[in-house]
């Protein structure tokens, strides 16, 4: 059964750092793609960004509205995904999944993990 | 960027109706397209992808249509464990786009 579990969620002050892991189990986890995804409270979905797997070099790509504050990156011999956040806003503040990156039926996503909740504020 | 219109942003429908969402993309985006369901506090469940393909384990209720731009999700007859809100996701170029959702209400 595929799984994807969240963790490191909390409150951080504006200007703040925190780092979000995402474990994954119940599938070969170096051979998909894995982004982020964001839901601010009451609000609808945001795509965060993306990770490669290794055979395309561990590329990423991100949404404008986090590019040079958001790092992802992955570790496949801990079967892991972290969002490596840091110049918090109070706009950053929402719920953060994981989604697995379906490769054999559209490059949408199939699995999500439950989500951590972010919450910047001072 | 590409953005993804849905409509409408909200409805109210009884159980047995049948129910159509929309999603309009501001370019072509040939057939990369999923439709998401999502409950209150749980993640998004995928329903359709590739625009028109029948997620594993999904009732036979919803279908999806379209190619290029106009996209359909419908639900043939409604159930009450249907309530909640349906999104709409590009996967077409970067930024991947979401549609602003669909939250289907009882009447």
């Known amino acids: 059964e595929v799984q994807l579990v969240e963790s490191g969620g909390g409150l951080v002050q504006p200007g703040g750092s925190l780092r979000l892991s995402c474990a994954a189990s119940?599938?070969?986890?170096?051979?998909?793609?894995m982004d982020w995804v964001r839901q601010a409270p009451g609000k609808g979905l945001e795509w965060v960004g993306r990770?490669?797997?290794?055979?395309?070099?561990?590329?990423?790509e991100y949404a404008a509205s986090v590019k040079g504050r958001f790092t992802i990156s992955r570790d496949d011999s801990k079967n892991s995904l972290y969002l490596q956040m840091n110049s918090l806003k109070t706009e950053d503040t929402a719920v953060y999944y994981c989604?697995?990156?379906?490769?054999?039926?559209?490059?949408?996503?199939?699995?999500w993990g439950q989500g951590t909740l972010v919450t910047v504020s001072s | 960027d590409i953005q993804m219109t849905q409509s409408p942003s909200s409805l109210s429908a009884s159980v047995g109706d049948r129910v159509t969402i929309t999603c309009r993309a501001s370019?072509?985006?040939?057939?990369?397209l999923g439709w998401y369901q999502q409950k209150p506090g749980k993640a998004p469940k995928r329903l359709i992808y590739?625009?028109?393909s029948f997620q594993s384990g999904v009732p036979s209720r919803f279908s999806g249509s379209g190619s290029g731009t106009e996209f359909t999700l419908t639900i043939s007859s409604l159930q009450p464990e249907d309530f909640a809100t349906y999104y709409c996701?590009?996967?077409?170029?970067?930024?991947?786009?979401f549609g602003g959702g669909t939250k289907v209400e009882i009447k």
């Open positions: 990770t490669r797997k290794k055979a395309n070099s561990y590329t990423t």
């Open positions: 989604a697995r990156v379906d490769h054999s039926s559209g490059y949408s996503f199939d699995y």
């Open positions: 996701l590009q996967h077409n170029s970067y930024p991947l786009t």
């Open positions: 370019q072509g985006i040939r057939n990369d």
């Open positions: 119940g599938f070969t986890f170096s051979d998909h793609y």
């Open positions: 590739a625009a028109s």
